[in-house]
DNA sequence: GTTGAGCGTT
């Protein structure tokens, strides 16, 4: 079981969960990731596409992006895409209305994205006194 | 006429 979320005076207080007699608390991140404005929208059906997905989403925000991926070569939907809003509380309202609704016979399942990484996150160390054993020497 | 968990063609 999930833990709830109460609210007192404008301060939100997460409850632990209880399983076999040990608390637990559950971090908001642990089985999402952490709010964006662009949401990832699988268990589409394979006839949806993205205009009737703009129109599901934008009555929550301005939605300045819909992307479903299809096949490269049948053209057919892969039953997932992306849709960017403009703000990440309207990705946020739109994700906790539209996830697990139902949507032309399948429920979707709607959670934030994953960070689109541009540039590979390559790190060039420019340490002194690596290779020679050792390491920041001063003197 | 098919299939069903997932993180994307600039």
Not at 34 to 43: C, Y
Not at 78 to 96: N, P, W
Not at 114 to 134: Q, S
Request: net charge positive; proline share 5%; with cysteine.
């Amino acid at each position: 079981m999930k833990g709830s979320l109460i609210q007192i005076s404008r301060r939100v207080i997460r409850l632990p969960n209880i399983l076999n007699g040990r608390l637990y608390f559950s971090h908001p991140s642990a089985s999402s990731q952490p709010p964006n404005n662009k949401l990832f929208v699988a268990g589409l059906s394979w006839s949806v596409d993205e205009k009737s997905l703009n129109d599901a989403f934008s009555s929550f925000g301005q939605v300045t992006e819909v992307r479903i991926m299809y096949d490269k070569e049948t053209g057919r939907s892969r039953g997932f895409g992306f849709v960017h809003f403009s703000k990440d509380d309207e990705a946020s309202c739109a994700k906790d209305a539209m996830d697990g609704k139902a949507f032309l016979g399948r429920p979707l399942r709607v959670s934030f994205a994953l960070e689109k990484v541009r540039g590979a996150p390559v790190v060039v160390p420019r340490l002194t006194g690596i290779g020679n054993g050792e390491i920041n020497k001063t003197r």
